[in-house]
Every structure is written in C-alpha cells, then in structure tokens.
Nanobody
Framework: VQLAESGGGSVQPGDSLRLSCAASSFISHNWCMAWFRQAPGQEREAVARLNDYGHTFYADSVKGRFTISRDAADKTLYLQMNSLKPEDTATYYC??????????????????WGQGTQVTVSS
C-alpha cells in the first residue's frame, strides 16, 4: 500500500491541526495503522496507533490532545491534534501493515510508510 500524508503546517501553541494519510488501497481486516513523528536529532516516536478492532494506543505525551481515526470509505487515516505545543514540532509519518496487533515489534518490520509532513509549533 502507498501512503501520502498531508495537513502539516506552521501553527502557534494551543492551535489545532488535522493530518491526513491517504492510502492507495485499504487492508480490509487484520490491519494496524499508525502515526509516528521524528524531530531533528531524535529517534522516530510512535504517536498513535489504531487497529481494525478499534483499539487505540497513544504516547503519553499526546494523550488527551491527539485523536487517531480512520475513514474506510475515503481510505484515509487522520490525526486530529489539539492544544499543540512546541515540543510537538516534528515530521509526522503514517505507517500501515496487515497485522492486527499494533505492538511495535509487529508493526515496524515491513510496514509501509508515507513521505512525511512537517508540523511546526512556534510563537
């Protein structure tokens, strides 16, 4: 599956953004899709994950502020980001794999990745 992120931009602290990840095709069952981010000089971090059972997983740093969702009709994954902070500044990537468990050990090997979209939060 090919993935393409969009929706990034430059915003001020406290603002909101919604990232989209358009998929060329959708895995109908037993799938996990996720958002990762990577800031300069830092390792890639798993921000939010969603599987076809509706289970969601969030990094502690974004719980209560970010929401991951999927629109099967549009073949699109979303990340609603509210109350953005400067530390949310990073390149955000979406990932997908035909695996029902979103444990990183299952998701990361062989996952499909998008090209990334930049989010900058600054006053």
């Amino acid at each position: 599956v090919q993935l393409a992120e969009s929706g990034g931009g430059s915003v001020q602290p406290g603002d909101s953004l919604r990232l989209s990840c358009a998929a060329s095709s959708f895995i109908s069952h037993n799938w996990c899709m996720a958002w990762f981010r990577q800031a300069p000089g830092q390792e890639r971090e798993a921000v939010a994950r969603l599987n076809d059972y509706g289970h969601t997983f969030y990094a502690d740093s974004v719980k209560g502020r970010f929401t991951i969702s999927r629109d099967a009709a549009d073949k699109t994954l979303y990340l609603q980001m509210n109350s953005l902070k400067p530390e949310d500044t990073a390149t955000y990537y979406c990932a997908a794999k035909a695996v029902s468990s979103c444990a990183l050990g299952n998701l990361l090997p062989g996952a499909s990745w998008g090209q990334g979209t930049q989010v900058t939060v600054s006053s």
